[in-house]
């Protein structure tokens, strides 16, 4: 009992230091940008006003202040720079222009550092981020091989090129840059994002390396929902059904419910004739979520097919669709149906 003690209050203590810890680095924040904002107003001449404006500018950029690098740096370019300060302005404009989704702007100031340093492998893929995040794929396209141009290896324009080359369903290329990303991040001791191994695994599936989308898949299953639900159209596909349905299960029961797994799973309970799984899984999703929902319910009245074979309750089921969807044409086709049944 004693010990439990001390270990809540050496718990306690701990979040207060920490509570501590962090209202002191915003105090210190704040005090060195008030320093910094007091010594740009004494300035006493430009050459002052420069230095303090530039400190002031490295500050907001280390803090990621995207609002305020924009206004300090617009203010520095009325000075007279050097080209590297000169550079420094431009692409750190550019770069919290594009954060704040100012294409123009930012694609402006981007080529104005590139004007600068041409070689420069930042600013390639700075204007590169600028045109794939405004859909101009085929600009962004040549800046990143630009960059590889530089450095062949480099694991952002390689990644980039296979993001855009999968958007465009150029699925054999955009394969061959995830691979090179991928032994390129391996050998650092690094790895790429969730959502390129996705990309990989759709660009793989897409050219008929099924085996290869499956163990990419695979190995991100457990950290995505849209990687398992991929593995499962690839494992239904086959006929698989047992992975498929173990694929699902770690999101069925949890707290939050959600209806494309719940849809999903259960489709794989009817094709794999586990028509009661599907019924307790389907008055599962029902009890947790008191809106109605036809797909649930469609579902629901085909596992009631195939446990009773009982007419009256899929017309019972199927008019409870009918009197509370708002959706004309699913109403229409459960109208006919039911007119059909009830005629026979």
């Known amino acids: 009992m004693k010990k439990m003690f001390y270990k809540k209050i050496k718990i306690f203590l701990l979040i207060l230091i920490s509570l501590f810890m962090f209202q002191q680095t915003i105090f210190c924040n704040e005090k060195q940008e008030s320093v910094l904002i007091a010594n740009l107003q004494s300035a006493k001449n430009k050459k002052q006003e420069k230095k303090a404006g530039f400190k002031l500018f490295q500050y907001y950029i280390g803090i990621e202040n995207h609002e305020k690098i924009i206004i300090i740096g617009s203010e520095l370019l009325n000075f007279q720079l050097s080209k590297k300060q000169k550079y420094s302005v431009y692409y750190n404009l550019a770069n919290s222009y594009l954060f704040l989704s100012q294409a123009?702007?930012?694609?402006?100031?981007?080529?104005?550092?590139?004007?600068?340093?041409?070689?420069?492998?930042?600013?390639?893929?700075?204007?590169?981020?600028?045109?794939?995040?405004?859909?101009?794929?085929?600009?962004?396209?040549?800046?990143?091989?630009?960059?590889l141009e530089l450095d062949k290896n480099n694991l952002e324009a390689l990644t980039n090129l296979g993001n855009i080359y999968n958007l465009q369903e150029n699925y054999k290329m955009s394969l061959e840059y995830f691979e090179k990303a991928e032994k390129e991040a391996l050998q650092n001791d690094k790895t790429l994002s969730i959502n390129d191994y996705i990309n990989m695994a759709i660009s793989a599936k897409e050219i008929g390396r099924i085996e290869q989308a499956t163990a990419i898949l695979e190995n991100i299953k457990k950290k995505n929902k849209k990687s398992s639900l991929l593995l499962v159209d690839i494992y239904r596909s086959k006929q698989e059904y047992d992975k498929a349905i173990k694929t699902l299960m770690?999101?069925?029961?949890?707290?939050?419910?959600?209806?494309?797994?719940?849809?999903?799973?259960?489709?794989?309970?009817?094709?794999?004739?586990?028509?009661?799984?599907?019924?307790?899984?389907?008055?599962?999703?029902?009890?947790e979520n008191k809106d109605n929902n036809e797909v649930i319910d469609i579902l629901l009245i085909e596992a009631y097919h195939n446990i009773y074979h009982?007419?009256?309750?899929?017309?019972?089921?199927?008019?409870?669709?009918?009197?509370?969807?708002?959706?004309?044409y699913i109403k229409r086709i459960i109208g006919k149906i039911i007119k059909f049944e009830q005629a026979r």
């Open 250 to 287: 770690p999101f069925v029961y949890q707290k939050d419910t959600d209806i494309e797994i719940y849809c999903n799973l259960a489709q794989i309970y009817l094709l794999a004739n586990k028509f009661n799984e599907a019924k307790d899984l389907l008055l599962y999703f029902k009890s």
């Open 310 to 328: 009982d007419k009256k309750i899929e017309l019972t089921e199927l008019q409870k669709i009918y009197n509370y969807t708002d959706l004309d």
């Open 104 to 147: 123009e702007k930012s694609l402006e100031v981007g080529r104005e550092a590139q004007y600068l340093y041409p070689k420069k492998i930042e600013t390639k893929l700075l204007l590169g981020n600028i045109y794939k995040n405004n859909s101009l794929n085929e600009l962004a396209i040549v800046k990143y091989k630009e960059c």
